[in-house]
Each structure stands twice: as C-alpha cells, then as structure tokens.
Nanobody, 122 residues
C-alpha cells in the first residue's frame, strides 16, 4: 500500500525559512500531482502549492513570492521551501499525492500524509 510521509516541520521565528519534505513510498504506480495543503487551528484545510506532472506550479495568493514547491519525480519526493515566514503561516502542513497503484493502474486516487506542524512565533 502507498504511504505519504511529511517531514521538516518545527518552530521558526518570523522572517525565517523552513523546508518541508514529502516522500511517497510503498505500492506506487504513476504520480500525477503532488501538493501541499495546510490547516490552521479553527480553519479549513487550504491548498498552499501544487505541482502536477507537467511541473506547472500553482500557489495560494497568501504565499506567492515566499513559498516554492518542487519535485524530484525519480525519488517520488516533493518539497516546500518557505521563506519570509509569518505567524499566519502557522498550521499543520499536509502533503497530497494524486496517483495510481499497480493494483488499480487506471484509477487516480488521493493519498494524504499525517501532516507536520509548522509554528511561526517570536
């Protein structure tokens, strides 16, 4: 079975940087897109950045110019480089992968990690 694992969360001060990593492992077919979402306390989960297989990136307005998503397809890995961080970036960050499996090669399904906590505070 496929597994999504995020890493790299932690506590940073405003203005600092942090990089999150996401690894897809296990029974994987084709990964069509990898994205980062976040959920702050009391708020709904929101899309932060997305990178489909064609590498056309998409960002939430609140992070444009500060965050960068990247992928290494050969390693089934995605990253989220976060610069000039703000207290409002505090949230649990989740990685999402849209992919098939060897058992169901025609079905694109959503796979989620358990999240990694990012706290921006002085």
């Amino acid at each position: 079975q496929a597994r999504i694992v995020e890493s790299g969360g932690g506590l940073v001060q405003p203005g600092e940087s942090l990089t999150l990593s996401c690894l897809a492992s296990g029974s994987i077919g084709t990964i069509y897109a990898m994205s980062w979402y976040r959920q702050a306390p009391g708020k709904q989960r929101e899309l932060v950045a997305a990178m489909p297989h064609d590498n056309r990136t998409r960002y939430a307005d609140s992070v444009k110019g500060r965050f960068t998503i990247s992928r290494i397809n050969a390693k089934n890995t995605a990253y989220l480089q976060m610069n000039q961080m703000k207290p409002e970036d505090t949230a649990v960050y989740y990685c999402n992968a849209q992919m098939t499996s060897p058992e169901a090669p025609r079905r694109i399904a959503d796979y989620w990690g358990k999240g990694t906590l990012v706290t921006v505070s002085s």
